[in-house]
């Protein structure tokens, strides 16, 4: 493992524990001498996470789209900007170059990277750990929700088996490293 991926926030008006949290990570990474591949935004948790890793010997990756630069929304200090012309080539690129995808608390954007990232693992597009960091219970609603959709039907009980949820940043490598090799061609039970 070379490369972890972290999806997060963008936005600066977040409770400390978050900001924190986001610190920690990057210390973590920058600390194992790992590479972080990132959306490449100045502000929120993102930011946090980048200057940290920077601060403590790591590398940043910033996959961002063309558009967001031009806004000015790129942070100035990272290792390696990629542009992308659209947010979905933004994704994939960020799948390509990362060995590990890693959730922090974040909105839409994170919710839309995390879900598009277990579909993907789902079908075999990518074949990687995908540690959630349920901080403070934050993603606690949508892991149920998760929960439900294999109870209920809509995914197969293995599904439920795609990604870790970790209450604490300290324990996101160790989660990784656990991870087991995905196998997404399993015989489906009958009527399912």
Not at 12 to 18: C, G, M, R
Not at 58 to 76: A, K, L
Not at 118 to 128: A, E, F, S, V
């Amino acid at each position: 493992m070379k490369t972890i991926a972290v999806y997060c926030s963008s936005s600066n008006n977040i409770p400390l524990e978050y900001v924190q949290a986001a610190e920690q990570l990057g210390t973590i990474i920058g600390a194992h001498g790992l590479r972080c591949c990132n959306g490449g935004g100045s502000m929120g948790l993102m930011r946090v996470v980048s200057d940290s890793v920077l601060q403590h010997g790591g590398e940043v990756v910033g996959v961002i789209p063309q558009f967001m630069i031009d806004n000015g929304w790129c942070h100035s200090q990272l290792t390696e900007v990629v542009a992308t012309d659209t947010m979905h080539h933004r994704q994939e690129t960020m799948h390509k170059i990362s060995d590990a995808l890693v959730a922090l608390p974040g909105g839409v954007g994170t919710f839309l990277e995390l879900i598009e990232s277990i579909t993907w693992k789902q079908l075999g597009i990518i074949n990687m750990p995908i540690v959630i960091v349920n901080i403070n219970h934050y993603f606690d609603p949508l892991i149920k929700q998760l929960e439900l959709a294999v109870t209920e039907g809509f995914m197969h009980p293995k599904h439920g088996q795609m990604w870790t949820v970790v209450d604490r940043v300290g324990d996101v490598l160790k989660a990784i490293r656990e991870t087991p090799e995905w196998d997404c061609n399993f015989k489906k039970t009958e009527g399912r």
